[in-house]
């Protein structure tokens, strides 16, 4: 693979700019609420076979494919070619992000940062492979608005292992990297090497996308296939006052608008992330919620480079009786649908649009408090 210079700092536009833009006609249908379809989502429930598991070597020759069949200058690099110190797993495997666009505008989607959540990786590959290929009128905005840095396995000691967490090498001590981004934290070398790269990057949002346990809808008891979360909740003790609020409402009408948008499609049955017994997370160590903190850690941020962020959770994981292969291709198929929604969303100004208090419209149980790691929990 080639040697990339590493991403410089800039003066990039700030999110109301860059959210400001007007519609491209990009033949895309976006108005009222769509009515939710029935959902025939197959029943996640099985044992399937982790030989459609993708690992850390089945990933990096994928990468190394869709970077060499790219028509529009995909480049896949590791950390250590961009310049990154010590940028590796705690086993040693090099640690892989891959580019496409050439936006000012730059958007962060990582996976598979814990290990055991394997379908993200399918997904962040599926779409680089889009946008690095596809020439239609909606990729083609979405490369010249943005510069996309993709991340299909933030933790691949972890997926090696099928584990959540990675493996500290110094002391066998097990580390949950999206616990990792803390103050006290740090612990785990691929938390340092990520978080250097994305002081480098300076997004201006990201996507982090998850698996969850088996859930059905509070209400209704029908399966859900995925649920749409902010680690530091909307209207929660912490996002209301950050950035004057403004992430507090964004993030909100992103997640009304992917919810809008996979409601169309008949196999899903979507909800709000919660963590059980009605608590809202709202968590400052996860990865994302220090990006939106402006965590300055070692004097590498030191202007408090902060921006919104959302993630997905899709229903099932590795564990015995979880995921089922039936339903593989859907619970993939469902975390692109929804990155699309959301880039585009972004990019023609339909999500500055769309109203944050629908938020509350997004199927949840009755809110009673909130999952912190900094006060255990939080009454509402």
Not at 2 to 16: F, K, Q, V
Request: proline letters at 6%; aromatic letters at 8%; hydrophobic letters at 35%.
């Amino acid at each position: 693979m080639p040697t990339n210079t590493p991403p410089h700092r800039s003066n990039r536009p700030r999110l109301c700019k860059a959210l400001g833009v007007a519609a491209l006609g990009l033949g895309l249908t976006f108005g009222a609420t769509p009515a939710v379809a029935d959902a025939t989502f197959p029943s996640p429930e099985g044992n399937g076979s982790l030989s459609a598991i993708k690992f850390s070597a089945d990933t990096v020759k994928e990468l190394k494919k869709i970077e060499r069949s790219s028509r529009h200058n995909v480049k896949v690099s590791t950390l250590r070619e961009l310049g990154i110190p010590n940028a590796t797993s705690e086993r040693g495997q090099d640690l892989y992000v891959a580019t496409v666009g050439t936006g000012e505008n730059h958007i962060w989607v990582q996976a598979r940062i814990h290990g055991n959540e394997p379908f993200g990786t399918d997904a962040t590959l599926n779409l680089l492979k889009s946008l690095g290929r596809n020439g239609s009128k909606q990729y083609q905005a979405l490369r010249d608005h943005y510069t996309f840095h993709f991340i299909p396995m933030y933790n691949p000691d972890g997926a090696d292992d099928n584990i959540r967490h990675t493996t500290r090498d110094a002391d066998n001590r097990r580390v949950d990297l999206n616990r990792d981004w803390a103050t006290n934290g740090f612990t785990a070398k691929e938390s340092s090497a990520w978080y250097q790269y994305w002081t480098e990057v300076d997004p201006m949002f990201a996507l982090d996308i998850h698996h969850q346990g088996l859930k059905r809808q509070h209400d209704t008891n029908d399966p859900v296939s995925m649920s749409l979360g902010v680690s530091l909740a909307p209207g929660g003790p912490t996002l209301p006052g950050l950035s004057g609020g403004s992430y507090d409402t964004l993030t909100r009408q992103s997640m009304v608008h992917v919810y809008d948008a996979l409601s169309k499609y008949g196999y899903t049955n979507v909800d709000r992330y919660q963590v059980g017994n009605n608590l809202e997370i709202d968590i400052k160590g996860g990865v994302v919620s220090a990006m939106m903190l402006g965590l300055n850690h070692n004097g590498l941020n030191p202007e408090g480079h902060s921006h919104p962020a959302v993630f997905l959770e899709t229903s099932g994981n590795t564990s015995p009786g979880s995921i089922g292969q039936k339903a593989r291709g859907k619970l993939i198929k469902q975390n692109e649908h929804a990155a699309l929604a959301l880039f585009t969303g972004l990019m023609d100004g339909t999500i500055a649009a769309t109203d944050p208090e629908r938020w509350e419209d997004i199927p949840h149980a009755p809110t009673a408090g909130y999952q912190t790691d900094y006060a255990g929990i939080v009454p509402k």
